[in-house]
């Protein structure tokens, strides 16, 4: 008898956790040095497999180059890996002496991750590392349109956690993906928390699970040219990081604002160094494809601007890196204001940066609340005006924003997953890590001891005072006079003490 498919997929997911379950109790007990060994060797296999995978990729997805496919691998096995290597994640990994408090790492369990058809290869690489250096075991969910790549791109990481140590059965991916199997991984009682890299639709069903899960949001990400702004330094930039694979990563540039005054000499720069210019019929065509069901067109999403331009029907120069439509309304009736995960850019004009301030805004609130903002500047009044009052997660300065953003040319926390923070309706603004798939236990001792309360005659109650005064002198039975009368005296001494 033949299983349905849906069943086989459900089953598949129930194996692998139940595997995978059992494998992170071993895990649990290795000591730092052991989980280090492991994570190390992974890294090295990433960066041997580095070039193969991400041809692969580009292969089965369509999407993307192979050189930049092989790049983000090996940003993953090197800067990652040096990010994460000395990282305490086993027993106490901190003590404040001063206060006499042990921080004390426990692993969450089991991940559920959720891997996009943009970035297979190298995301399966960061999540399997950040997942066994915290000691958690993972079970991936592959976008279909990439199985094979991300298959293969799971062996290589289980192989070489298993070959330096690991216990078997940490790393799955599931074989059979589909939007019931992804459900059913999410949902079930053997997964502790989720990392959700892919489409709105599916970072919404990760919350929507009753798990614990980091998402992230999409990244309609503009980019402010202030007047102040090294001009060929920053369009060098932003081609560099808007062509690299294509576009395909979430944090690349959607949107240019320019001041007015740099307008002409921005055009031209970016001109000079192979952007294309679309004119209005041009700008028409390119629009009708860019949106498809409401949502980005799939077809156009990590393609080169030649391929683009084909499919809208008009012909661009061989050496164009990318596409550029002039734009002044945001909204979804102007694709050109959208996020674009291809080499198109939208260019808007504005007449100073408390105006390019409002457009950045309008752009972030369109689609991308939380992501990433870029500004090229000098003028470090004017960068910290866009740092404060931006709702950007990360505001990158003076680098390209698919670079600055995952921390590849930043000093921020290098990483293939980019939180949002509640401005996207995530649960973190940081850059995913392993410190983010550990429960910090603390241990804290007694450093002074609680005062003692001692009780005392409420000012808020003078009448008690004097009627004890009053039976005091009466009870002398010195006084010629009533109890009342005692009683009228003392008000009035009290009277004339509060005068005073």
């Not at 576009?247 to 921005?266: M, N, Y």
Request: with cysteine; charged share 20%.
């Amino acid at each position: 008898m033949k299983l349905d498919t849906d069943l086989l997929a459900i089953q598949e997911v129930r194996g692998h956790l139940q595997e995978a379950k059992a494998a992170q109790k071993l895990l649990e007990k290795m000591t730092q040095p052991q989980i280090d060994a492991i994570v190390t060797a992974m890294a090295r296999a990433a960066e041997q497999e580095a070039e193969r995978l991400g041809a692969m990729a580009v292969q089965e997805t369509g999407f993307g180059k192979a050189a930049d496919k092989k790049a983000k691998n090996l940003f993953v096995a090197r800067d990652v890996y040096s990010a994460i290597k000395d990282m305490q994640t086993v027993g106490i990994i901190r003590k404040d002496e001063a206060k006499q408090v042990w921080e004390i790492a426990q692993p969450v369990g089991t991940i559920a991750a959720i891997i996009p058809s943009t970035n297979p290869t190298s995301t399966i690489f960061f999540k399997c590392m950040i997942a066994l250096k915290a000691r958690n075991a993972i079970v991936i969910s592959p976008h279909p349109s990439a199985l094979r790549c991300s298959l293969e791109s799971a062996a290589v990481m289980r192989e070489a956690a298993e070959t330096a140590g690991a216990p078997p059965g940490l790393i799955h991916c599931l074989s059979h993906p589909s939007l019931e199997a992804s459900g059913e991984l999410m949902r079930h009682k053997w997964t502790d928390l989720i990392l959700a890299t892919g489409g709105t639709a599916m970072v919404k069903a990760a919350y929507s699970s009753g798990k614990p899960a980091y998402g992230v949001g999409p990244g309609n990400v503009p980019v402010y040219v202030h007047r102040s702004a090294n001009i060929s330094q920053a369009v060098s930039r932003i081609i560099q990081s808007k062509t690299f694979d294509y576009g395909t990563i979430c944090a690349s540039e959607q949107a240019l604002v320019v001041d007015q005054a740099i307008k002409p000499a921005l055009i031209e720069e970016l001109k000079r160094q192979g952007a294309y210019f679309l004119h209005t019929q041009e700008k028409t065509k390119v629009a009708s494809i860019l949106i498809a069901n409401k949502g980005m067109n799939p077809q156009i999403v990590g393609r080169p601007p030649q391929d683009i331009a084909g499919k809208a029907g008009i012909t661009v120069p061989e050496n164009a890196q990318m596409l550029i439509a002039e734009e002044t309304e945001v909204g979804h009736n102007y694709p050109f204001s959208m996020e674009k995960l291809c080499p198109v850019l939208a260019l808007y004009t504005v007449n100073d940066w408390q105006e390019g301030c409002q457009r950045c805004i309008q752009l972030l609130t369109l689609g991308g609340l939380g992501h990433t903002l870029g500004i090229h500047a000098e003028d470090l009044t004017v960068i910290e005006a866009f740092g404060l009052e931006k709702p950007a997660s990360r505001i990158v300065v003076n680098t390209g924003t698919t670079f600055g953003g995952i921390g590849a040319t930043t000093g921020i926390f290098p990483s293939m997953t980019l939180g949002c923070g509640t401005f996207g309706n995530n649960i973190t603004s940081d850059n995913i890590g392993p410190q983010h798939l550990l429960n910090i236990k603390r241990v804290a001792f007694g450093i002074k001891e609680m005062p003692e309360t001692k009780e005392s005659v409420p000012n808020s109650e003078p009448e008690q005072v004097v009627h004890k005064a009053a039976d005091s002198l009466i009870s002398t039975n010195q006084l010629g006079i009533t109890r009342e009368e005692v009683a009228q005296i003392i008000r009035n001494v009290l009277s004339e003490m509060q005068l005073k």
